[in-house]
């Protein structure tokens, strides 16, 4: 019996025991295991009455206030989590929070028993620094803590590149592992192909929520563009608070209850094009909402930020839309052009589509995640 444990930030336990879900994508293959001979449990953050709980926070504000790390042990760190830890075989972090916060207990757990720790990075080498004189140390604090790991696996090859840059004696631990999506979910094959023409579709759209998206380009750009209608789903408050009456805001993330995965792949599906305008970072930010729009047949323009995930396979114009000079103007252009070229748009919507299925697929990423974590081909389901 192989003994597998997934560490979520939360919203994930209770969705997959009760099978609340509808894309797969953000279960980083938990879902994929269905064998008697795999054990599976999932941690996430809970309230304890752990005696250390006090000491524990007062850490991990020293963690995130002086370091920039995103240590969170008061809320990961119980009795119960550390019994299911002692029994683990195979541990899998799905993001540099939980990574983060358990860091310091599995150093300890190291010295007692073995456990295979494999890490889902995305922006453990991209905080911007709130006391840089501190770098060394941050990074030095990361280092230490790769000592537990048996592999790194990166979401982007921008911030795989500057973590061998920063930590080189690490990086046989590190490789990349592009993020995958359920393409069984995110299609347009239901749609009704009547309604598939750009011109019947009715807006632009823009989706997310992390700190990179780069909201007030993106207001810029709607105020510059009078006559097209813009759509945001996000959580960002100066969209939710945007008065502009060109663009509708519907309040929205992952697993809340304002929007579902249907909700959202329709909104895809009634959209002209998807925009991504992005701060730069070295982090892979917009890489969910560019493989579900694309997989729905839907064409993304973004910022050419040295984030981006995977430049061999993306072309711009080919298969995907770059904005490389980052300003309303450039993007109010670069749409406008895309817009007025429906036959390109189309090439490059199939384009972009087949490869997401070729590539990005959770096959794909199952077969991957079960040769980096030494499981045997016959376990998958």
Known sequence: MTNITYVFSGNRKNRYYQKKFEAREFFYGLNLFDNENINLEIIEPISSNFPPKIIFKYLDKIFQKIFNLPVYMNVFISIQNIKILLKTDKLILVNETTYCSLAPLLLIIKLFKRIDVYVFVMGLYSKKLRFPVLKKIHFLLIKLFNTSVKKLMFLGEGELKKAIKIHKSNKNK???????????????????KKDNEIQSRD??????????????LFLKIVENLKDLNFTAITNIDNLLNSKLPNLSVIKGSYGSSNLSDTELKQYYLNSKLVI????????????????????????????DTEGFWDRSSFKNNINIYFVKENNYKSWSKKIIQVLSDEKSLKTTQKLGQELVFNLYTLENFKIRLFEIIELDKNIIK
């Open 174 to 192: 590190f490789l990349l592992f592009p993020f995958s999506i359920d393409t069984e979910f995110w299609n347009d094959l239901q749609h009704d």
């Open 203 to 216: 807006t632009i759209l823009f989706v997310g929520n992390d700190g990179n998206r780069d909201a007030d």
């Open 276 to 303: 991504l305008p992005l701060k730069e970072s070295s982090q892979p930010s917009g890489q969910s909402v560019t493989l579900q729009a694309l997989s729905c047949g839907r064409q993304v323009m973004i910022s």
